[in-house]
């Protein structure tokens, strides 16, 4: 049961990285390449939708983790896993600190009410993203070490 609890995990995490990443390295510069005004539905749209599946992904995440490391404390690799989940919960705590505040202002904007400093707010919510994938990269490959 352990085993399945641990390869589920993975991949839960792992398809988390996936769309963050895809977010961060395919849909940004997609929406960053179009004109002003659609750029700003764009990203409203995803801010929205992202927005309401993501923190159930990244707590459940979590809570995976958490559950492994309980479940595994005799196990090797459980020092990586209790390591992973603290990286995610860093990524959970700058999630809620620094990138919700940005995405819950964007994901009403419009063309019409925009404010004029948007595209800064925008580039402030992609570097804490990168930084963000950058920390859920690592957790992930902490999980899958931790499988071996």
């Known amino acids: ?15 988390m990285v996936g ?17 002003d005004d659609s750029t700003v539905l764009a ?12 923190p159930v992904w990244y707590l459940g995440s979590l809570a995976l983790v958490a ?18 989940g603290a990286l ?3 990524s959970v705590i700058m999630s809620v600190a620094l990138l919700v505040p940005i995405n819950n202002r964007g994901k009403t904007w ?11 707010q925008a580039n402030r919510w992609e570097r804490y993203h990168y930084v963000r994938v950058a920390v859920i990269i690592a957790a992930f490959a902490l999980l899958v ?4």
């Open 43 to 54: 990203r409203a749209h995803g801010g929205r939708m992202l927005g309401a599946v993501m």
């Open 145 to 148: 070490t931790a499988l071996t």
């Open 67 to 84: 559950v492994w490391a309980v479940a595994g404390r005799h196990e090797p690799g459980t020092g990586l896993v209790v390591a992973a």
């Open 110 to 120: 419009t063309p019409e009410n925009r404010p004029v400093d948007w595209k800064q």
């Open 1 to 15: 049961m352990l085993d399945a609890l641990e390869v589920f995990t993975t991949v839960v995490v792992g398809v």
């Open 88 to 90: 995610l919960l860093v």
């Open 19 to 35: 769309v963050e990443f895809s977010v961060a390295f395919v849909m940004n510069p997609i929406f960053n390449g179009l004109p």
